[in-house]
């Protein structure tokens, strides 16, 4: 794709020229010359540069879904090309959130890469609504989700289940009245809250403790609101944080009690007691999602296939 069109679709991306300048590692008075060249060879403004931040024109709008377009063929075509030589060098760009690159994915990718050393692997960071939103403009190859709201939009293969459990610190008075159904991070990393035979602890115990939560905009603070509805509970939310790693260590630390992931937890952790909280919510199974363009990769492909013969165990 030319220069100028690559720099219309940054702009459109970065939301402003200086942004966008940055990120081409360009001045950005020589990247307002080349735009304003292209909109004079159209006869009209691509963006609307009074708006803060910058939006598009409507025929800026009409021109970007072209270049889009172009640039997804142009892809599309490199991709198959190269795919008829062998899948010894290539690119794979994945998007996970923070629980996903720093917990589930490090051994897979770690395998993967021993298996295929000449593909170079990008690993984007963000939220999973962001990364649906580059997946669906081709910025990303692939990425997970558990959240039915993005999944049916994409092509998508299940990779791996969490289970949502409740985690109180050790010395909460707590353990006093529900020690029957309390489960050690030994028996959590054994399964044993995956069994039929293990019970869930009574819902209504859920309001006597303080929560340390995630913010909205993240599944799990959606389904672990869904909890507290199921068990008629207004919460007593001490502190809201953005990551759930966050999450896990202050409750380990005593601070307040908290929903967790059982991939999170640590065989050997005594700071921590944890419960089944028995409701359908707290399943949580988890997509690899592609875009919906019929070609798919050949290190895309490779990388699927991988993640089948090698499950992501807890």
Not at 149 to 167: C, G, M
Not at 220 to 233: K, M, Y
């Amino acid at each position: 794709m030319e220069l100028e069109k690559e720099y219309i679709l940054t702009i459109t991306r970065c939301g402003s020229f200086s942004k966008a300048a940055e990120a081409l590692h360009m001045t950005q008075p020589a990247l307002s010359i080349a735009i304003r060249k292209v909109e004079t060879r159209l006869g009209m403004p691509l963006f609307n540069r009074k708006k803060h931040p910058l939006q598009l024109t409507e025929a800026g709008a009409v021109y970007v879904r072209g270049l889009r377009e172009i640039k997804k063929v142009e892809e599309t075509v490199d991709q198959q090309l190269k795919d008829l030589a062998d899948l010894v060098t290539g690119n794979l760009r994945i998007g996970g959130s923070h629980y996903l690159n720093a917990h589930i994915l490090p051994p897979l990718l770690t395998r993967f890469s021993a298996a295929y050393p000449g593909i170079q692997i990008d690993l984007l960071e963000s939220s999973s609504a962001h990364l649906a939103s580059l997946l669906k403009e081709r910025e990303l190859d692939l990425t997970f989700s558990c959240n039915p709201e993005f999944i049916p939009a994409f092509k998508h293969y299940s990779i791996f289940h969490d289970t949502i459990l409740l985690a109180v610190p050790a010395d909460h008075p707590f353990h006093e009245q529900y020690g029957p159904w309390q489960l050690s991070a030994a028996q959590v990393a054994a399964g044993r809250h995956l069994e039929s035979a293990c019970p869930g602890l009574p819902l209504a115990a859920l309001s006597f403790l303080d929560y340390i939560v995630l913010r909205p905009g993240n599944n799990l603070h959606d389904r672990v609101a869904e909890i507290f509805r199921a068990a008629s509970c207004t919460p007593r939310i001490k502190n809201q944080v953005s990551q759930l790693a966050t999450v896990y260590h202050l409750a380990k630390a005593g601070y307040a009690s908290a929903f967790i992931c059982d991939r999170l937890v640590d065989p050997h952790d005594r700071k921590l007691v944890f419960y089944k909280i028995d409701l359908p919510v707290t399943d949580r199974e988890f997509f690899l999602l592609l875009p919906q363009e019929e070609y798919t990769p050949r290190a895309v492909r490779a990388f699927i296939r991988f993640c089948r013969e090698h499950p992501l165990l807890p």
